[in-house]
């Protein structure tokens, strides 16, 4: 069974910076294309950013390109979201999800929890 | 940006009721329409691909149709446990949109 499992959320201040993971289980990142989507409290979803089976094609939602980092280690069978610059409209449940191109979004992850707060 | 408008926003039905959510977007999208359930305290869980297309271990009741620029997706015979949040979301172009959610309570 295909399973996510993220971490490496917390509490960080404006301006900060946070690493989160995603870990794969039931199959291998190097065959899938992956997001990450992100829920803000009482929100609704919202897209943040995609990477290719292959790393050669990344994608990111306008309301985080030049602060995000989507990468992929396909030997730790992980993706990863490096985030800089933080700010507090980014607080958010941010869940990684697997999708066959770029298409519908299955299995997604528990989601990590992402505060920023001085 | 694809702009997804779900309705009704928060729907109270009764079991056994037959439930009905639309998904509009502002341009055609084809058939690259997903919808996804969201229970509370848990992760979205894929329910429909490509409008209408079933999901493996998804019951039967949960359906999908619809092209273009308006979809649907009809919950036949609600159960208890179909108390959630449920959301339409579009592959077509970037960047990925989803609709703002349609709350399903039970009477």
């Known amino acids: 069974e295909a399973q996510l499992v993220e971490s490496g959320g917390g509490l960080v201040p404006p301006g900060g910076s946070l690493r989160l993971s995603c870990a794969a289980s039931?199959?291998?990142?190097?065959?899938?294309?992956m997001n990450w989507v992100r829920q803000a409290p009482g929100k609704g979803l919202e897209w943040v950013s995609y990477?290719?089976?292959?790393?050669?094609?990344?994608y990111y939602a306008d309301s985080v390109r030049g602060r995000f980092t989507i990468s992929k280690d396909n030997a730790r069978n992980s993706v990863f979201l490096q985030m800089n610059g933080l700010r507090a409209e980014d607080t958010a449940v941010y869940y990684c999800?697997?999708?066959?191109?770029?298409?519908?979004?299955?299995?997604w992850g528990q989601g990590t929890l992402v505060i920023v707060s001085s | 940006e694809i702009v997804l408008t779900q309705s009704p926003d928060f729907q109270s039905v009764t079991p056994k009721e037959k439930v009905t959510i639309t998904c509009r977007a502002s341009?055609?999208?084809?058939?690259?329409l997903h919808w996804y359930q969201q229970k509370p305290d848990q992760s979205p869980k894929l329910l429909i691909k490509?409008?209408?297309q079933s999901i493996s271990g998804v019951p039967s009741r949960f359906s999908g149709s619809g092209s273009g620029t308006l979809f649907t997706l009809t919950i036949n015979s609600l159960e208890a446990e179909d108390a959630a949040m449920y959301y339409c979301?579009?592959?077509?172009?970037?960047?990925?949109?989803f609709g703002g959610g349609t709350k399903v309570e039970i009477k």
């Open positions: 490509y409008a209408s």
């Open positions: 979301h579009q592959s077509s172009s970037l960047p990925f949109t």
């Open positions: 990477i290719s089976s292959g790393s050669n094609t990344i």
């Open positions: 999800a697997r999708s066959p191109g770029t298409n519908w979004f299955d299995p």
């Open positions: 341009q055609s999208i084809g058939d690259t």
């Open positions: 039931g199959f291998t990142l190097s065959g899938s294309g």
